[in-house]
């Protein structure tokens, strides 16, 4: 199956909710956990038993792995590895982007076939120009692995760049507008990130993919505000939600109530 395709089914099961697993340093203390491998590995697994099978997208941060050094990125492989199979997809949030050969290093660490660090989709950033992610969109779409690009971000310091306009267009729709074009030949494989706690002013009909929405929850943005932004979309829209959820655990059945609420909450503003 395609990666649209696992996550249509993915979505059609759990809903569209997209849980992100972000253990920051406070987190991690609010759950009683040291700040270390051990910690993160004793909160990945609570996330995993919470979560798989259960909410149909979770989106680790690398970076709170990645600050544990080689041990924290063990952790990462192992959490997921132990979502593989389960119904839930993993989005894995390392916004890379660069260019020639270092793009090629991070297709093969994330998407390639047999990549040590994949992922069923991760987030890319396209601001050295969109046609720089051609490696990974064609390691991903080679894999059947998917990928976000960012476009309109949740933080304010974003729109410097992204509305900023070229030939008659904001930088963010020219990334839309890169996205929709590689849909063309093979929709869904690429999705685009637009935050949910303010109009974005985006033309997202032609995108033919998916749009990660986040912002919901300690950024602001509620169910209707989500329903709101992005009712005109015809394609999957997966509002993505981190401390307003994780702050339930460590209990995982808590965990994966406080999750299910917010589902059941996006679906009935929807519609």
């Keep these: 199956m395609?990666?649209?395709?696992?996550?249509?089914a993915a979505v059609g099961e759990h809903g569209v909710?997209?849980?992100?697993?972000?253990?920051?340093p406070p987190l991690l203390a609010e759950w009683g956990l040291t700040?270390?491998?051990?910690?993160?590995?004793?909160?990945?697994?609570?996330?995993?038993?919470?979560f798989a099978g259960h909410t149909a997208v979770v989106k680790p941060q690398s970076a709170f792995f990645e600050r544990h050094g080689w041990?924290?990125?063990r952790v990462l492989e192992e959490l997921l590895t132990a979502f593989s199979g389960t119904g839930t997809l993993t989005l894995l949030d390392v916004k890379r982007g660069d260019i020639g050969t270092t793009m090629d290093g991070?297709?093969?660490?994330?998407?390639a076939v047999?990549?040590?660090?994949?992922?069923d989709a991760v987030t890319l950033?396209?601001?050295?120009?969109?046609?720089?992610?051609?490696?990974?969109?064609?390691?991903?779409?080679?894999?059947?692995?998917g990928v976000f690009v960012l476009a309109r971000t949740s933080n304010p310091e974003g729109a410097d760049v992204q509305l900023a306009t070229f030939g008659g267009r904001s930088v963010a729709q020219?990334?839309?507008?890169?996205?929709?074009?590689r849909n063309a030949a093979a929709p869904g494989g690429v999705g685009v990130v637009v935050g949910a706690t303010a109009d974005h002013d985006l033309d997202l009909s032609a995108l033919d993919g998916p749009v990660l929405a986040p912002g919901l929850g300690a950024q602001g943005a509620g169910p209707a505000d989500v329903a709101a932004r992005f009712a005109g979309v015809r394609g999957t829209v997966l509002p993505a939600a981190s401390r307003s959820v994780l702050r339930a655990g460590p209990d995982q059945a808590v965990l994966r109530a406080a999750a299910e609420l917010l589902r059941d909450e996006l679906a009935g503003a929807r519609a």
């Design 17 to 24: 909710l997209c849980a992100g697993i972000d253990p920051h």
């Design 71 to 73: 041990r924290g990125v």
């Design 35 to 50: 700040d270390d491998a051990d910690g993160l590995a004793r909160f990945a697994d609570a996330c995993v038993e919470a």
């Design 106 to 111: 991070y297709a093969d660490a994330y998407l």
């Design 114 to 119: 047999g990549a040590p660090l994949g992922a």
């Design 174 to 181: 020219a990334m839309v507008d890169g996205a929709a074009a």
């Design 2 to 8: 395609s990666f649209g395709e696992r996550l249509a």
């Design 125 to 145: 950033s396209p601001y050295l120009g969109f046609g720089s992610l051609t490696p990974a969109l064609d390691a991903a779409a080679d894999a059947g692995r």
